[in-house]
Nanobody
Framework: QVQLVESGGGLVQAGGSLRLSCAAAGRTVSSYAMGWFRQAPGKEREFVADISWSGYSTYYADSVKGRFTISRDSGKNTVYLQMNSLKPEDTAVYYC????????????????WGQGTQVTVSS
């Protein structure tokens, strides 16, 4: 079993930055693809970014491309999401997910999910 715990959310003004962390426990996720997703009030969960187990492949939603960067530190069993130039429309609960199949993460499917961290961007 893998437990994922997100942290780093908070309240920030538009144009500001936050770095989210997703720490894995229970077993190493170095062979897992990892992804970040978000869900705003009244909306469905949407894909934000993902990263392959090696870290060589990354993919971003068009809405965050050029502003967000996903990375991973296998030694710390942690995945990060650096968010810059934040906009009010980025306000959501952000979740991380893990799966052994990169294609599943890319489709929003994951074997393991965290509990989420709130990001609020004020205008």
């Amino acid at each position: 079993q893998v437990q994922l715990v997100e942290s780093g959310g908070g309240l920030v003004q538009a144009g500001g930055s936050l770095r989210l962390s997703c720490a894995a426990a229970g077993r190493t996720v170095s062979s897992y693809a990892m992804g970040w997703f978000r869900q705003a009030p009244g909306k469905e969960r949407e894909f934000v970014a993902d990263i392959s187990w090696s870290g060589y492949s990354t993919y971003y939603a068009d809405s965050v491309k050029g502003r967000f960067t996903i990375s991973r530190d296998s030694g710390k069993n942690t995945v990060y999401l650096q968010m810059n130039s934040l906009k009010p429309e980025d306000t959501a609960v952000y979740y991380c997910a893990a799966d052994e199949d990169y294609r599943r993460i890319n489709r929003g499917i994951g074997d393991y999910w965290g509990q989420g961290t709130q990001v609020t961007v004020s205008s």
